[in-house]
């Protein structure tokens, strides 16, 4: 199944044009913004403007350094990580046809995968840009809550939401952090002392693909555990399904919109306002208390507790279970690949740094995926097997 929503043919084809797939979830002038559900498809018109976030790609499309390559398909209503989209299209993953893309950016992803596009635009409410990243073998950056403006980009839960680039490679990213902010470029030097986060749940295989990876890298490693990790997830839900709720009521009795979905919502209109303001307060003391662990350096965990469900395996997965704390936070987070022979794909490296450490996460990425690079068994620092053509630097 393809990527794409609507693609656009290239009518200046040209080596070092950085080409952008844009998520459906996000307003492109001329194009409806469907977010991946056929009732919103049926009532949408055009938008009559980009969402602002691509204010910094249209002047490089203007001075013919990128060109939007189209909009891409994503699960509905942005809700689930699965990437399946039963009614719109589920994009193939190229790694592991019989696995899922991952959510909701799966044809941000998997255009980027295909070579298709240089920069995936997604967007990240509980792992949505570095899911998709790790099951398809790529790099994903969610970015700080609020430094990218939301304007534009359909709400699931606006307290979580944020935007962020996926990419082949971590220059790519970097690509497309600077077509998103302008000027962004990432620290003179990396981090070179982490803290590695151990928690419950977790494939000792996937464990072990992170850690081998770390050792061949010029990073310093101390080992950390945080006691009331689970806390987070009560929290979480309240406020994204109450925040999915009070964004679309219209929605939870649409016939057109998935059982699953209308679920999701009906469950969000029983979370009342006083439960929620309960849970905005809870994540303020959790974003306070990441913040102490993360106050001098940066953590590294995986982005997936186990290796991308089969397509027929998913129910009950837990996909976000290492992401979606971070998006609680508000802090960035960013997936790279690292070698791991013994999956059907490669492990996924999450690096989470302090709030507004983009260019930090970025620096020391660079440095992590130039170590790697010899264990993929090419010069290109990626997963063998999957034509993609190189993001410009």
């Known amino acids: 199944m393809t990527a794409w929503l609507v693609q656009y043919p290239d009518p200046e084809p040209a080596a070092g044009r950085v080409r952008v797939a844009v998520k459906d979830a996000i307003d492109l002038a001329g194009e409806p913004t469907v977010a991946g559900c056929v009732a919103v498809r049926r009532r949408a018109s055009a938008a009559p403007a980009d969402a ?19 909009k891409t398909v994503q699960t509905e209503l942005c809700l689930s990580p699965s990437g399946i989209n039963p009614e719109l299209g589920t994009p193939t993953n190229p790694l592991a046809p019989d696995r899922i893309p991952g959510g909701s950016s799966s044809g941000s ?24 990243a790790a099951c398809c073998g790529l790099v994903g950056l969610k970015t700080t809550w609020g430094r990218i403006p939301l304007a534009g980009v359909w709400p699931l839960a606006p307290s ?33 002392r982490v803290s590695r986060l151990y928690l419950d749940g977790v494939d000792p295989a996937v464990e072990a693909a992170i850690d081998t990876a770390l050792a061949g890298t010029p990073v310093a490693v101390e080992s950390l555990r945080i006691d009331d990790w689970e806390e987070w997830r009560a929290t979480f839900d309240d406020i994204v399904l109450g925040e999915f709720w009070r964004s679309h009521p219209d929605l939870a009795e649409d016939g ?27 994540q303020i003391r959790w974003r306070a208390r990441l913040s102490t662990v993360l106050s001098d350096r940066l953590v590294v965990l995986p982005t997936l507790t186990a290796p991308p469900p089969r397509l027929t395996e998913v129910s009950g997965a837990p996909l976000t279970t290492l992401t979606a704390p971070f998006n609680l936070s508000g802090m960035p987070a960013l997936s790279l690949p690292v070698p791991a022979p013994s999956l059907p794909v490669p492990a996924s490296l999450q690096l989470v740094g302090p709030l ?38």
């Open 52 to 70: 602002p976030c691509l204010a910094g790609i249209r002047a490089a499309v203007a001075r013919g350094e990128a060109t939007i390559a189209g």
């Open 109 to 132: 992803a998997v255009a980027v995968a295909l070579g298709q596009a240089d920069v995936g635009l997604g967007t990240d409410t509980g792992g949505s840009v570095r899911i998709p």
């Open 160 to 192: 979580l939401d944020t935007i962020g680039p996926i990419a082949r490679d971590v220059s790519g990213v970097i690509v497309g952090m600077r077509l998103l902010e302008p000027g962004f470029t990432a620290a003179a030097e990396p981090d070179l």
């Open 256 to 282: 057109d919109v998935s059982e699953w979905a209308r679920r999701g919502l009906r469950r969000g209109r029983d979370i009342g306002d006083e439960r929620l303001i309960v849970a905005l307060a809870a």
């Open 356 to 393: 507004g450490s983009e260019e930090r996460l970025c620096a020391t990425a660079l440095a992590v995926e130039a170590a790697l690079r010899p264990g993929w068994g090419d010069d290109s620092g990626q997963p063998p097997g999957v034509a993609v053509r190189a993001s410009p630097r």
